[in-house]
């Protein structure tokens, strides 16, 4: 069993910069991958970056330039760096981890943008 905790988010306002991490708890697994996905209210859940074990990454076109991702495989541990906030990244963000091709899900960790 893998587990992943998330840590970050919060509110923040329009403008602002947060950061989010996630750890896999594994030393048994490779992980092949990790990313965040985001969920806002009514909305379905939708992919915000993604970065592989080579450290290539994709991001949606709605956080390229503001967003950034990066890991660390020695800890397995991924990193989410959110600039320039707009109150429409308000969202749940979902840690998810590719491990030997099984999908591993994080809690969720809120983050609002708000004046």
């Known amino acids: 069993q893998v587990q992943l905790v998330e840590s970050g988010g919060g509110l923040v306002q329009p403008g602002g910069s947060l950061g989010l991490s996630c750890v896999a708890s594994t030393t048994t697994f490779s992980i092949n991958a990790m990313g965040w996905y985001r969920q806002a209210p009514g909305k379905q859940r939708e992919l915000v970056a993604h970065i592989t074990r080579s450290h290539a990454t994709t991001s949606a076109d709605s956080v390229k330039g503001r967003f950034t991702i990066s890991g660390d495989n020695a800890k397995n541990t991924v990193y989410r760096q959110m600039n320039s906030l707009k109150p429409e990244d308000t969202a749940v963000y979902y840690c998810?981890?590719?491990?030997?091709?099984?999908?591993?899900w994080g809690q969720g960790t809120q983050v609002t943008v708000s004046s």
């Open positions: 998810i981890a590719d491990v030997e091709g099984a999908s591993y």
